[in-house]
């Protein structure tokens, strides 16, 4: 740090002109990629009109509150997670369990993500 084996008085203006040193950097490098503020992106965009879900099936098996889901690559299981401790892999086609209660936890206080491993 710029301020090591500095006086008291010496470390906080040396401590503010690096500050500044590093604020003109960030400017610049952001200039140079173009960059802008999220705001300003989408303050461009078209609001969304009316957006109207349904349910299309309802998969039971859980009792307690969906924490997470995921999708498989295959686009045909979903693995979720609940605060009942279960993890479960569904058939989104038939909505049948292929596989359920991987694993379960009995601490109520645990929550976890259920997300699908991609390893070769």
Same mark, same amino acid.
Do not use: P
């Given at each position: 740090?710029?301020?090591? /084996?500095?006086?008291?008085?010496?470390?906080?203006?040396?401590?503010? *002109? =690096?500050?500044?040193?590093?604020?003109?950097?960030? =400017?610049? =490098?952001?200039?140079?990629?173009?960059? *802008?503020?999220?705001? @300003?992106?989408? =303050?461009?965009?078209?609001?969304? /009109? @009316?957006?109207?879900?349904?349910?299309?099936?309802?998969?039971?098996?859980?009792? %307690?509150?969906?924490?997470?889901?995921?999708?498989?690559?295959?686009?045909?299981?979903?693995?979720?997670?609940? @605060?009942?401790?279960?993890?479960? *892999?569904?058939?989104?086609?038939?909505? %049948?369990?292929?596989?359920?209660?991987?694993?379960?936890?009995?601490?109520?206080?645990?929550?976890?993500?259920?997300?699908?491993?991609?390893?070769?």
């Amino acid at each position: 740090m710029a301020c090591q /084996g500095l006086a008291k008085g010496e470390t906080i203006h040396t401590l503010k *002109v =690096e500050s500044e040193s590093l604020k003109a950097k960030l =400017e610049e =490098e952001r200039a140079k990629l173009h960059d *802008v503020e999220l705001h @300003q992106v989408a =303050e461009k965009i078209e609001a969304l /009109g @009316q957006f109207v879900m349904k349910t299309r099936r309802t998969l039971k098996g859980h009792g %307690n509150k969906v924490l997470c889901m995921d999708w498989c690559r295959d686009k045909r299981r979903i693995v979720s997670s609940s @605060q009942d401790g279960k993890v479960i *892999v569904w058939d989104a086609y038939t909505t %049948n369990k292929v596989i359920f209660s991987i694993c379960v936890i009995h601490y109520s206080r645990v929550m976890f993500c259920s997300a699908w491993s991609y390893s070769k």
